[in-house]
């Protein structure tokens, strides 16, 4: 009957190589999106209301102002001068949104993370139980 030691080998090394590297490239995947692809800058929007309607108004990273058009309804709540944190992206500030944006690619950094842990702990314990 083989011993479990013997048979743990294979095992570790196989969720290693299994693990680790797909592990890897979901977070360097996370990564790129987030830094590039779904990147959210947060500025002040201040309520403005003037002849041509009532929205927010905000200054982005190069200091352009932007105006978003809301209908009063939308901003019930809000007084003109309020201000309030509006999300909106670098390259295209016509892309904005009051809430706070989810974060980019969440399932493939939980599943990153978790696949680089198991990979890792089975590198080290491949490294380990020969010891013993």
Not at 112 to 124: D, E, F, M
Request: hydrophobic share 45%.
């Amino acid at each position: 009957m083989p011993d479990v030691l013997d048979m743990a080998g294979p095992i570790l090394e196989m969720l290693t190589w299994m693990c680790l590297p797909v592990g890897l490239l979901l977070l360097f995947y996370v990564g790129f999106q987030r830094r590039f692809v779904h990147p959210w800058d947060m500025a002040e929007a201040v309520v403005y209301s003037d002849q041509t309607g009532v929205g927010f108004r905000w200054l982005d990273r190069k200091h352009q102002v932007h105006n978003a058009p809301m209908s009063p309804h939308d901003i019930r709540d809000l007084a003109v001068g309020e201000t309030l944190p509006i999300y909106y992206h670098p390259k295209r500030p016509t892309q904005w949104q009051i809430t706070t944006p989810e974060e980019a690619a969440k399932t493939a950094s939980a599943l990153g993370r978790v696949l680089t842990a198991i990979g890792s702990v089975a590198l080290l314990a491949g490294f380990v139980l020969p010891m013993f």
